[in-house]
């Protein structure tokens, strides 16, 4: 990131013109054909899962956008947006539950990338998630799709970490803040730990890059985007979720802000991250 003192107003007011370090109260495909290729070095993002199709359950949005689209709208949505993800990102890593109402659009749409995937992480969250039906799996673990339009190989030309030091496996278990959890949670039901975005940065960004979010939820992405000094995007079509999260990024920067002023950036940064990989375990 950079110095307080660079720091403005973190909501965009989107006029044609996509600016770094704002976050946009905007529909992402609205937001990506104002960006130029290769805009943004790295999207990490989770988008609606369709979790109600055919369902009386409550969706991820909490009934605030539609989220039970047939199979074949889903399929050509998502098409749609990867499409664009991959214009306008040197990678994109996409976070997707396996459900039955994005099953079959799922395993499509994987299959139509087929040759813009470069790998699959599974992300094991270490404890499972109750099953809506009889005669179904808990679900404990979560893709994340790395897309890549240059295609080719397993071999990412991104990737900072070094040959046999890390897998694709991302095991995660959180130690639980109950009352911050209960308070997210309340307001957006499906929240990925701080550790996934913190990992895939590790993995594929150094400081200084541009970090977006289009599918911006509560903001984790963009918050581990402040504490570990990237850049960022965001964009969010929810009102109740971009002020939301707004309101929880702008709470990270006043934090920054004051441990800068006494630390300086280096050592705020080294302070901030320690508090916050205290909450987790890397199994």
Not at 11 to 21: A, K, Q, Y
Not at 213 to 238: C, H, Q, W
Request: aromatic share 12%.
């Amino acid at each position: 990131m950079n110095t307080p003192e660079e720091w403005v107003d973190i909501r965009g007011e989107f006029d044609g013109i996509v600016e770094i370090n704002k976050v946009y109260n905007i529909d992402c495909l609205e937001l990506m054909a104002h960006m130029p290729t290769d805009f943004v070095d790295l999207i990490i993002t989770s988008p609606p899962y369709n979790f109600n199709a055919g369902s009386s359950l409550k969706n991820k949005y909490n009934n605030l956008l539609r989220d039970n689209l047939t199979q074949d709208e889903y399929y050509e949505w998502s098409v749609k947006v990867i499409t664009e993800c991959m214009r306008v990102a040197k990678l994109v890593c996409w976070n997707i539950q396996l459900i039955a109402g994005n099953k079959e659009a799922l395993l499509r749409y994987i299959g139509y990338f087929n040759k813009n995937i470069r790998d699959i992480l599974i992300w094991d969250k270490q404890n499972s998630e109750p099953a809506m039906s009889e005669k179904v799996f808990n679900s404990e673990f979560e893709f994340i799709i790395l897309f890549d339009k240059n295609g080719g190989g397993r071999k990412i030309e991104r990737a900072k970490f070094a040959r046999g030091t890390v897998s694709n496996v991302i095991r995660v278990f959180r130690m639980i803040n109950t009352k911050k959890d209960e308070s997210i949670r309340k307001t957006h039901c499906a929240v990925f730990p701080d550790l996934i975005p913190i990992k895939l940065m590790e993995y594929f960004t150094d400081e200084n890059d541009i970090v977006f979010d289009p599918f911006m939820g509560s903001g984790t992405t963009i918050i581990n985007a402040i504490k570990y000094n990237r850049r960022f995007i965001g964009s969010e079509l929810v009102k109740e979720y971009y002020d939301y999260a707004v309101e929880k990024i702008e709470s990270e920067l006043s934090q920054y802000k004051l441990l800068f002023s006494t630390s300086g950036q280096q050592s705020a940064t080294s302070k901030r991250n320690e508090d916050e990989l205290s909450q987790y375990k890397l199994l």
